[in-house]
Each structure stands twice: as C-alpha cells, then as structure tokens.
C-alpha cells in the first residue's frame, strides 16, 4: 500500500477505543478520534464517504464476525482495525487465539482497501497497566509483524508518553478524554501522509501532584461507578455493547454533526 492525500473513504472497525468513549457530546453520544479524522478528510474531498462500525466492548472475536467481512465488502481507501486490547484485559486470555483472529481480520482487510491502518493503542500510567503491559506488548508485536506482512500502516500510541498521562484519560481509566482522541486523529492524519497541523506528541505542562485525600477520593469514586460495574459485567459474562448497534453502520456521505 501506499499513502496518498486522493482519500475519499475511510471505515473504522474496533470497541470503544473507535466508537469514541469518553469524547462525550452535548447531546450524551461520543464523537472521539475517528470522527474527527472523518472530518478533517472530508473538507479535502468532496463527497467523502465514511462509516464507523466499532461497538464498545467487543472483543477480536466479534469484531472478525460482526464487522470484518461488512467493512471488506465497502472496498474504502482507508481502514482503521483496532482490536485485541479488550481481550488483553481479561482475566484469562488465550493470546494465541487473539493472534490468530487478528491475522484472519488483517487477512481479510488489507486486500479489500487502499490503506489499512493498525495501532498500537495507548496505555495509562498505573498499576492496571503494569500488570497487563506484557500481553499488551505481545499483541503489539504481532501488530507490528502483520503490518511489514501485508503492507499496512502502524501508529505507534503506546510509544508516546504523552498518551500515558494520567491526565489524557476520563475517570473511567479506561478511555481517553477529547483531549487524547484529539492527539489520535491527528497522529493518524500525520501517519496517513498527510500535513501536521499540530505536535500531537506535545507533553502537557507540569502539574501538582493530587494530595493523598484526593487521590483516594478518585480511586473510591472509581471503583463505585466503574470498576465495580465492569467486574460484574465480566462475572456474568455481559458486555457493555450487548445489542448495541454500530455508531454509522453504512458508508455514507459525511455531514458534520449539527452545532
């Protein structure tokens, strides 16, 4: 594949990370990092197309069979596959099998478009981190060695350390705020070919660190309104995107949301 600035269609395949958790909108729905870049292509092309069938909480085995082969069949210019990451998190993974589905979906993709676009997603500076960072690391590998395989793009958001601070993600600590989808469009658009408009890597100012009282106050807060909810959805095998449907299911001419 090669990169080129004629894009006239582009669709996101992944979970919350592309459906746009937590880059919330006046009216309760997400926008997040995919949109934006929808945006910024279509103001470069006329009739730009654009569908994003990322579902929150999928993991690599329901995004082979419920969004693959659909995004395949849209023939765009560019796909943006992100997956595997939720598997990551369980409590027991079978990496291997995560290996083999994303090969299957890379397989199944990168024929289909002009330009497939995998990630290395971003990670947040912590303990839950620390103890996922080697499946992570593993699945990162194998992203990379598939891409060199069938001639895909890899951004490399794990590397940044700006995306690793506490700061860019939403008290879920699992989703990034505006603020890091922002960064991730951009980094995209740059890895696209495409001119930089911003220092996506920029740090952000130093800060205080948060006295103790708070610090324990956001992690009880946490632990009521998120951590809590995920553990049971996990205990009783449910998911936070059971019977959700995708969030621009066809691809279709893009309209900016209305102000």
């Known amino acids: 594949m090669e990169t080129h600035a004629n894009y006239t269609s582009f669709v996101a395949v992944g979970d919350s990370f592309t459906e746009g958790m937590s880059d919330l909108l006046p009216d309760g729905s997400y926008r997040g990092w995919a949109d934006l870049l929808a945006a910024r292509l279509a103001a470069r092309a006329p009739g730009f197309r654009y569908a994003n069938l990322a ?23 560019v796909v943006t ?18 290996r083999d589905l994303l090969e299957e979906a890379v397989e199944r993709l990168a024929p289909s478009c002009g330009t497939l676009v995998l990630m290395r997603s971003p990670g947040r500076n912590g303990p839950v981190m620390e103890r996922f ?63 930089a408009e911003t220092d996506w890597q920029a740090l952000l100012p130093p800060s205080a660190r948060a006295g103790w009282a708070a610090r324990r106050a956001a992690d009880l807060r946490f632990a009521r309104e998120h951590l809590g909810p995920w553990i049971g959805r996990r205990l009783t095998g449910r998911s936070s995107g059971d019977g959700r449907p995708a969030k621009r299911p066809e691809l279709l001419p893009y309209e900016p949301p209305a102000p």
């Open 55 to 77: 579902v929150r909480g999928k993991l690599i085995g329901q995004i082979v069979s419920e969004q693959v082969e659909t995004a395949a069949a849209m023939r765009a210019d």
């Open 133 to 195: 960072r080697p499946r992570m690391e593993e699945l990162f590998a194998h992203i990379d060695a598939l891409a060199a395989r069938h001639g895909a793009l890899v951004v490399d958001l794990y590397g940044s350390p700006v995306l690793a601070d506490q700061r860019m993600w939403d008290v879920d600590r699992l989703h990034l705020t505006s603020e890091g989808h922002a960064r991730v469009a951009e980094a995209v658009w740059q890895t696209l070919g495409l001119d």
């Open 81 to 98: 596959l992100v997956g595997g990451l939720n598997d990551t998190l369980r409590p027991t993974c079978d990496m291997a099998r995560v």
